[in-house]
C-alpha cells in the first residue's frame, strides 16, 4: 500500500446550483497538492462551464463518452482508474440514484461503474429530495457498496426552504478527501493505512458513544463528562477501512465523521432502542458511557424550592445494560467490544467485566486523570487470549489501532 503524497482526483460534477461549490473545491485540491480531472455532467453543464473547470484545474475536462479521440487517448476505463480517489460533487439524487442502481449511459455514470477506486459523494440537494425514502433507500445502498456519502450540511438553501441537504462546505470536503486518500499527517502512521485498502468493505461496524442524559424535570438531567470523542474517532476509522459504520451518538458536541450513518439519542433507553434497531451487525464496539441510573420519575413540570428547607427525594431505577443485553441476543455481533471506565486496577476490572458482561474484549482505560473530554488515551485490550496495553496516544490514533485489530479478528 502506497499513501499518495499528491492525491490524484478524478471529479465528477453533477447538476445542481451548488455545483459552484465544486469550482471552489477544485481550487482547495489544486493548493493543498492534488491534482484534479474533472468530468462534467449534461446537467453540471447547465451551472458552471467546461471551461471554468479546466481552467481551475489545469487538465482537460471531460463531458462525452462518445468522444472517440478520448476513447482512444483517454478510454473511459482508463480515467476512472488514474485517480486515487473519484469525487462525485454535487452528488444529486438522480446522480446517486442511478449510481446506486448501476446505470451507465453517460460518461459519468459509466466510469463510477467502471471504476476500482474508492468514491466518495457528496450530496447536495433539497432537504424533502435527501429524506424521500428513494433517496435514503439509495444512499444506504450506495454505503452498502462501500460508497462513502457525506451527510449533507443544514441551513437555508437556495429553493428557499430550510433543513438538510445543502453540500458541505468545501474545506470540509478537503478534509474528507484527505481522510481518504492518507493526507491526513495522522493518516501517513501505519496504522492509518487501512484508509487505503478498505478491508472492511461489506461488513456493518455499531459503535455506540457520548454520555447518555437522563430527565429529572423538564431542564434537569443526570449525566457524566464523556465527550464521545473516541467513540466518535472508532465510527470514523471504521468507516476508513471500507465498513458501513451506524454511530448511535448520545448528547454531544461533535461533526459526524464523513461516511458515517449517526442516529442521536438521549437516554439510556433510547440508546438500547437504537443499537436494536440497527443490527444485524458483523462488529458492534459499545464505547458510550450509558448512565448507570435514570431518575425513576421524570417529573412532567420543573421541581421547586417550598422554602420549607426540605430536599425533593431523588429516586433511582436501574438502565437497560446494553452491552450484556447484546451478548445474550440471537442477534450478537460476531465481535462484541465493550469499554470500561475505570479509576483503579484497570486490568483486573476490565478482566471481570468481559466475563460478567459477555463481550469478547474490554478495552479497559484510566479514567481517573484528563481522558474524559480529553484528547489523548491510553488503554488495555483485554481478550480472551491475554491483555495487550497500548501506549498513551491521541484517541483516533487509538481508534486505528482497535480497527486494525477488529481486522485482524474477522479475517
Ligand atoms: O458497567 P460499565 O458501565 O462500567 O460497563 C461499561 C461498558 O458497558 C461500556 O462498553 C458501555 O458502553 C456498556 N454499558 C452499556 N449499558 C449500560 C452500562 C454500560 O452498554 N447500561
Same mark, same amino acid.
Given at each position: 500500500?502506497?499513501?499518495?503524497?499528491?492525491?490524484?482526483?478524478?471529479l465528477i460534477?453533477?447538476?445542481?446550483?451548488?455545483?459552484?461549490?465544486?469550482?471552489?473545491?477544485?481550487?482547495?485540491?489544486?493548493?493543498?497538492?492534488?491534482?484534479?480531472?474533472?468530468?462534467?455532467?449534461?446537467?453540471?453543464?447547465?451551472?458552471?462551464t467546461?471551461?471554468?473547470?479546466?481552467?481551475?484545474?489545469?487538465?482537460p475536462?471531460?463531458?462525452?463518452?462518445?468522444?472517440?479521440?478520448?476513447?482512444?487517448?483517454?478510454?473511459?476505463?482508463?480515467?476512472?482508474?488514474?485517480?486515487?480517489?473519484?469525487?462525485?460533487?454535487?452528488?444529486?439524487?438522480d446522480?446517486?440514484?442511478?449510481?446506486?442502481?448501476?446505470?451507465?449511459?453517460?460518461?459519468a455514470?459509466?466510469?463510477?461503474?467502471?471504476?476500482?477506486?474508492?468514491?466518495?459523494?457528496?450530496?447536495a440537494?433539497?432537504?424533502?429530495?435527501?429524506?424521500?425514502?428513494?433517496?435514503?433507500?439509495?444512499?444506504?445502498?450506495?454505503?452498502?457498496?462501500?460508497?462513502?456519502?457525506?451527510?449533507? =450540511?443544514? /441551513? @437555508?438553501?437556495?429553493?428557499?426552504?430550510? &433543513? +438538510?441537504?445543502? %453540500? *458541505?462546505? #468545501? $474545506?470540509?470536503?478537503?478534509?474528507a478527501?484527505?481522510?481518504?486518500t492518507?493526507?491526513?499527517?495522522l493518516?501517513?502512521?501505519?496504522?492509518?493505512?487501512?484508509?487505503?485498502?478498505?478491508p472492511?468493505?461489506?461488513?456493518?461496524?455499531?459503535?455506540?458513544?457520548?454520555?447518555?442524559?437522563?430527565?429529572?424535570?423538564?431542564?434537569?438531567?443526570?449525566a457524566?463528562?464523556?465527550?464521545?470523542?473516541?467513540?466518535?474517532?472508532?465510527?470514523?476509522?471504521?468507516? =476508513?477501512? /471500507? @465498513?458501513?459504520?451506524?454511530?448511535?451518538a &448520545? +448528547?454531544?458536541? %461533535? *461533526?459526524? #465523521? $464523513?461516511?458515517?450513518?449517526?442516529?442521536?439519542?438521549?437516554?439510556?433507553?433510547?440508546?438500547?432502542?437504537?443499537?436494536?434497531?440497527?443490527?444485524?451487525?458483523?462488529?458492534?464496539?459499545?464505547?458510550?458511557?450509558?448512565?448507570?441510573?435514570?431518575?425513576?420519575?421524570?417529573?412532567?413540570?420543573?421541581?421547586?424550592?417550598?422554602?420549607?428547607?426540605q430536599?425533593?427525594?431523588?429516586?433511582?431505577?436501574?438502565?437497560?445494560?446494553?452491552?450484556?443485553?447484546?451478548?445474550?441476543?440471537?442477534?450478537?455481533?460476531?465481535?462484541?467490544?465493550?469499554?470500561?471506565?475505570?479509576?483503579?486496577?484497570?486490568?483486573?476490572?476490565?478482566?471481570?467485566?468481559r466475563?460478567?458482561?459477555?463481550?469478547?474484549?474490554?478495552?479497559?482505560?484510566?479514567?481517573?486523570?484528563?481522558?474524559?473530554?480529553?484528547?489523548?488515551?491510553?488503554?488495555?485490550?483485554?481478550?480472551?487470549?491475554?491483555?495487550?496495553?497500548?501506549?498513551?496516544?491521541?484517541?483516533?490514533?487509538?481508534?486505528?489501532?482497535?480497527?486494525?485489530?477488529?481486522?485482524?479478528?474477522?479475517?
Amino acid at each position: 500500500m502506497t499513501t499518495p503524497t499528491h492525491p490524484r482526483i478524478l471529479l465528477i460534477v453533477g447538476g445542481g446550483i451548488a455545483a459552484y461549490k465544486a469550482c471552489e473545491l477544485v481550487r482547495l485540491i489544486r493548493k493543498g497538492g492534488g491534482s484534479v480531472t474533472c468530468v462534467l455532467t449534461d446537467g453540471g453543464a447547465q451551472f458552471v462551464t467546461a471551461m471554468t473547470l479546466a481552467a481551475l484545474s489545469e487538465n482537460p475536462v471531460h463531458t462525452t463518452l462518445w468522444d472517440l479521440k478520448n476513447e482512444v487517448e483517454m478510454g473511459h476505463i482508463q480515467l476512472s482508474r488514474e485517480a486515487d480517489l473519484v469525487v462525485v460533487c454535487p452528488a444529486t439524487a438522480d446522480l446517486m440514484a442511478r449510481m446506486a442502481a448501476g446505470i451507465a449511459d453517460d460518461l459519468a455514470t459509466t466510469l463510477l461503474l467502471a471504476t476500482d477506486k474508492p468514491v466518495l459523494a457528496v450530496p447536495a440537494m433539497n432537504m424533502r429530495m435527501w429524506q424521500h425514502a428513494a433517496t435514503v433507500r439509495n444512499v444506504a445502498t450506495l454505503r452498502g457498496m462501500g460508497v462513502t456519502v457525506l451527510e449533507p =450540511d443544514e /441551513g @437555508a438553501m437556495a429553493c428557499g426552504e430550510y &433543513g +438538510p441537504g445543502r %453540500l *458541505p462546505e #468545501p $474545506p470540509a470536503i478537503w478534509d474528507a478527501i484527505r481522510a481518504m486518500t492518507g493526507r491526513d499527517p495522522l493518516a501517513a502512521q501505519p496504522d492509518f493505512a487501512l484508509a487505503d485498502h478498505r478491508p472492511l468493505y461489506g461488513r456493518h461496524v455499531l459503535v455506540t458513544a457520548g454520555p447518555t442524559h437522563e430527565p429529572i424535570d423538564p431542564v434537569r438531567y443526570i449525566a457524566n463528562r464523556s465527550s464521545g470523542k473516541q467513540g466518535f474517532a472508532i465510527a470514523a476509522a471504521a468507516a =476508513d477501512a /471500507g @465498513a458501513r459504520v451506524t454511530l448511535v451518538a &448520545g +448528547p454531544v458536541n %461533535l *461533526p459526524t #465523521p $464523513p461516511g458515517v450513518e449517526r442516529v442521536d439519542v438521549e437516554t439510556a433507553r433510547e440508546m438500547a432502542a437504537a443499537v436494536d434497531a440497527a443490527l444485524p451487525a458483523d462488529v458492534a464496539v459499545m464505547v458510550a458511557a450509558v448512565a448507570d441510573w435514570r431518575a425513576a420519575e421524570d417529573a412532567p413540570h420543573k421541581l421547586k424550592k417550598d422554602g420549607s428547607g426540605q430536599v425533593p427525594p431523588l429516586a433511582l431505577a436501574e438502565n437497560p445494560d446494553i452491552l450484556a443485553t447484546l451478548a445474550r441476543s440471537p442477534r450478537r455481533p460476531r465481535l462484541l467490544i465493550g469499554f470500561a471506565a475505570e479509576t483503579q486496577e484497570v486490568v483486573t476490572h476490565g478482566q471481570a467485566k468481559r466475563l460478567r458482561k459477555g463481550a469478547d474484549w474490554i478495552v479497559a482505560n484510566d479514567v481517573s486523570g484528563t481522558v474524559m473530554g480529553g484528547a489523548d488515551n491510553a488503554v488495555h485490550i483485554v481478550t480472551a487470549a491475554g491483555v495487550e496495553s497500548l501506549p498513551e496516544m491521541p484517541k483516533d490514533r487509538v481508534a486505528a489501532a482497535l480497527v486494525e485489530r477488529i481486522v485482524h479478528a474477522l479475517v
